[in-house]
T-cell receptor, first 119, second 108 residues
Framework: GAVVSQHPSWVICKSGTSVKIECRSLDFQATTMFWYRQFPKQSLMLMATSNEGSKATYEQGVEKDKFLINHASLTLSTLTVTSAHPEDSSFYIC???????????????FGPGTRLTVL | QKEVEQDPGPLSVPEGAIVSLNCTYSNSAFQYFMWYRQYSRKGPELLMYTYSSGNKEDGRFTAQVDKSSKYISLFIRDSQPSDSATYLCAMSDDKIIFGKGTRLHILP
């Protein structure tokens, strides 16, 4: 199958600091990756689409200057939460599409998530 | 009307029962339909995927897509306590859209 990893799995930081989260596709290449945020008992909320070699596309209401996305290679996308505040505390999940053998579509494979707590 | 509707539950059923999870959608352009399972504080895990209409079976899981009714279902046979999780439906044409997820509890 297609494996996506995230690092770190959890992080605690002070208010005002920046936090970087990495998303890697381990056994396939991904020109596109997606970043989601999930609050407790809520569904996934798409934040942005990360595109290798070009600028990320942000969903309405997501501040691009606060959530910096860099898709430096075909296997790595990073999300940096700048000047984090307690309201940014959430579960951040990335995903990448991978075409499975014998199937015509692109299925999304998710990383294990990163739990961010801002004090 | 939201693009994808899914009852959040929680849904509690006894061990061994058949579980039926459903989603409705409004966009007739959706072609790919998926079900994900998410355990608490974990990323979603792809369970089933279906292209267009029809049924697909994998072990105890069966996915059904009825495009004429814009309705998809996931059936779990012989449910186990380890099936307790949140189940998210998802569908896509170009962009993937998720349901809000249904919390399922299998009671031992």
């Amino acid at each position: 199958g297609a494996v996506v990893s995230q690092h770190p799995s959890w992080v605690i930081c002070k208010s005002g600091t920046s936090v970087k989260i990495e998303c890697r596709s381990l056994d396939f290449q991904a020109t596109t990756m997606f970043w989601y945020r999930q609050f407790p008992k809520q569904s996934l909320m798409l934040m942005a689409t990360s595109n290798e070699g070009s600028k990320a596309t942000y969903e309405q209401g997501v501040e691009k200057d606060k959530f910096l996305i860099n898709h430096a290679s075909l296997t790595l996308s990073t999300l940096t939460v700048t000047s984090a505040h307690p309201e940014d505390s959430s579960f951040y999940i990335c995903s990448a599409p991978a075409r499975l053998a014998g199937v015509g579509g692109n299925e999304q494979f998710f990383g294990p998530g990163t739990r961010l707590t801002v004090l | 009307q939201k693009e994808v509707e899914q009852d959040p539950g929680p849904l509690s059923v006894p061990e061994g029962a058949i579980v039926s999870l459903n989603c409705t959608y409004s966009n007739s352009a959706f072609q790919y339909f998926m079900w994900y399972r998410q355990y608490s504080r974990k990323g979603p895990e792809l369970l089933m995927y279906t292209y267009s209409s029809g049924n697909k079976e994998d072990g105890r899981f069966t996915a059904q897509v009825d495009k004429s009714s814009k309705y998809i279902s996931l059936f779990i046979r012989d449910s186990q306590p380890s099936d307790s999780a949140t189940y998210l439906c998802a569908m896509s044409d170009d962009k993937i859209i998720f349901g809000k997820g249904t919390r399922l509890h299998i009671l031992p």
